[in-house]
């Protein structure tokens, strides 16, 4: 299983995925998605054609669920009048007009939970949160919230997306995984994207956190072409998001820390993953 989460019309960053993938040996129905198809770069409509000619499991996020309803707004969560909010206006309208109604309805067909069993283990894949699509969720979020939600999708483990850190944390016998997001860097300092790889081995299953280089000049360049907030294309670059105001104080001090790939073993005899396994290193 290859998952991932916000592609965010970032088609360079979804080719480098799929060809990864490829490499990987990886294909269909395994390609997992998070959610957020559509959302800060230039080409949702080319992003979404190639998810679906690949087969990919798609779960809803709350961009599909806003621009499958041709809502006002992303439905991302971010605060009134914030500065995440007043750029969100612009991709936003921007996705409106670039999707085909058949994307829309391919969108809006999306469902909200996919899951599959994998080494024993049962997951579940959601957007923010079982049952709280637009809700944040940090390996500084409580593990209290983790495990009440982990046991809300009748799962082990809840693989989801939308705030855009990759990181996989042990919740008592469970585990939570935020298998990153390939369309925006994350905030680490590096242009670098990421995905989260997932194999069965004897008594589990084991879960590696990668980075994904890709083509990021051609997507910055094409949002500056379509008119796009330049912020975020210079985040493209930098690795640096344009806002924190999301971010709980633990991941908001963290920024520009370059984040390194990691494996851990989810096995049933074996110690459970450290928490926060995502961790700063040197960057690489
Ligand atoms: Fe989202």
Redesign the pocket.
Known sequence: MLAF??PYGNREATLALLARAKELGIGGRNLICT??VA?YCADPEATAGLLREAGATVVL???EQALGADAED????FAAGGRCDTLAAEWYAHCRRALSAGTRRWMAGLPETARFVLGGRHFAVV??APGE??RFVFASTPQAEKRAAIDRAGAEAVIC????LPFVQAVGAGLWLNAGAIGMPANDGTPRVWCALLTPRPGGTRVQLMALDYDWPVAAARMRAAGLPPAYAETLATGLWDSCEILPPAERAARGLALAPTTQDWLDKAPPVPANSAVPAAAS
Not at 74 to 77: D, I, K, T
Not at 161 to 164: D, L, N, T, V
């Open positions: 989460g916000g959610g957020d959302a996020g709350n961009c992303c439905g991302c969560g957007h923010g699509i637009a997306g939308h705030s855009g």
